[in-house]
Nanobody, 123 residues
Framework: VQLQASGGGLVQAGGSLRLSCTAS????????VGWFRQAPGKEREFVAA????????YYADSVKGRFTISRDSAKNTVYLQMNSLKPEDTAVYYC?????????????????WGQGTQVTVSS
């Protein structure tokens, strides 16, 4: 499976962006998907994850209540709606997948990754 992350950009604090993670190569519908981010000089950190059916979602405490992860299996796409953005949300955002019925919040549990999309939040 190949993943393509898109939707990043420059936004002012308090604004919104929606990231997309689109899969190609084979069906995405039986995969858990996670979003991670990496700011300059920092480790890649977990942001949000969703299970194969969309029935279970998990969020990092830093984004809970502001970000929403969802999926559209017909479009082979997982979304990350980001609202009330803060300058500390600035990072390259990556999506990752794994063929599993479970869902994971650590990066080493994902098998394949997209290329990343830059999100910059100005103050």
């Amino acid at each position: 499976v190949q993943l393509q992350a898109s939707g990043g950009g420059l936004v002012q604090a308090g604004g919104s962006l929606r990231l997309s993670c689109t899969a190609s190569g084979r069906t995405f519908s039986t995969n858990a998907v996670g979003w991670f981010r990496q700011a300059p000089g920092k480790e890649r950190e977990f942001v949000a994850a969703i299970n194969w059916s969309g029935g279970s979602t998990y969020y990092a405490d830093s984004v809970k209540g502001r970000f929403t992860i969802s999926r559209d299996s017909a479009k082979n796409t997982v979304y990350l709606q980001m609202n009330s953005l803060k300058p500390e949300d600035t990072a390259v955002y990556y999506c990752a997948g794994r063929h599993t019925t479970m869902v994971f919040t650590t990066r080493n549990q994902y098998d394949y990754w997209g290329q990343g999309t830059q999100v910059t939040v100005s103050s």
